[in-house]
């Protein structure tokens, strides 16, 4: 507060700033059964309302985080990841994919390896025996 020159207390001009990108807001499982565990207590008669306007809240909040609690998912508190939740047949075939690349390129590795020694060896006058790789059908 400050004081103008007539004598009169003027209020500081609230912050009505608007930033640029707005930030969602994430609560802690802490503060959701703290939340719960408020209005659980209360009974009387437009308290919940009042509970929603001090904290700044939504009743669907409150549907959500209490289902949370219902089935005892104690992750489920936390904040959620938006976005598709990606399937798990989806992430094992990427996982297989992932694993049939590596192998592809070991055995590349391995091939060369194989071809240098032959290479070697046959510098150095060993008789080496051609054989073909099982391959499983």
């Given at each position: ?56 809240l ?10 949370q ?34 192998l ?5 590795q ?28």
């Open positions: 507060m400050s004081q103008e020159p007539n004598g009169k207390v003027s209020e500081p001009m609230p912050n009505t700033e608007v930033v640029a990108k707005a930030k969602r807001r994430q609560y802690t499982a802490e503060y959701k059964l703290r939340i719960l565990r408020e209005l659980d207590g209360r009974q009387g008669e437009g308290e919940t309302g009042a509970l929603l306007r001090r904290e700044g939504y009743s669907s909040h409150l549907t959500n985080w209490r289902h609690r219902e089935r005892g998912e104690l992750d489920g508190l936390a904040p959620q990841k938006r976005g598709p939740k990606p399937e798990p047949q989806a992430m094992e075939l990427a996982r297989l994919g992932r694993e049939n690349e590596r592809r390129e070991r055995l590349r391995v091939e060369l390896i194989i071809d240098v020694q032959k290479k070697v060896a046959q510098m150095l006058g060993v008789l080496v025996e051609e054989t073909k790789p099982d391959v499983p059908s």
